[in-house]
Nanobody
Framework: VQLQASGGGLVQAGGSLRLSCAAS????????MGWYRQAPGKQRELVAV???????NYADSVKGRFTISRDNAKNTVYLQMNSLKPEDTAVYYC?????????????????WGQGTQVTVSS
């Protein structure tokens, strides 16, 4: 399974960006999909997660500004980021809890994207 993330970039404070992350491979199903971020000198933190049934959860710091969504037909998760702040600057990583179809059995695989840089200038 491979995850391809896109949509990062440089934006001024108050601006918006939309991140996308598409999974490819022998995917049987996907459970939770999420976005994490890691700022320089800090630990990776959860930003938002969406379950297979569409339930969402957000870090307190992004509630009301970020929206996570998914397109199951495309194995893709999105993160709409509005009212961006300089403290949102980080490398954003997508994560998908996939179930992979092998020749005989199914197996779980926790897949990660390569990271996409988001920089918010003040």
């Amino acid at each position: 399974v491979q995850l391809q993330a896109s949509g990062g970039g440089l934006v001024q404070a108050g601006g918006s960006l939309r991140l996308s992350c598409a999974a490819s491979g022998s995917i049987f199903s996907i459970n939770d999909m999420g976005w994490y971020r890691q700022a320089p000198g800090k630990q990776r933190e959860l930003v938002a997660v969406i379950t297979s049934t569409g339930r969402t959860n957000y870090a307190d710091s992004v509630k009301g500004r970020f929206t996570i969504s998914r397109d199951n037909a495309k194995n893709t998760v999105y993160l709409q980021m509005n009212s961006l702040k300089p403290e949102d600057t980080a490398v954003y990583y997508c994560n998908q809890e996939t179930v992979v179809a092998g020749p005989i059995t199914l197996s779980a695989l926790d897949a990660w994207g390569q990271g996409t840089q988001v920089t918010v200038s003040s």
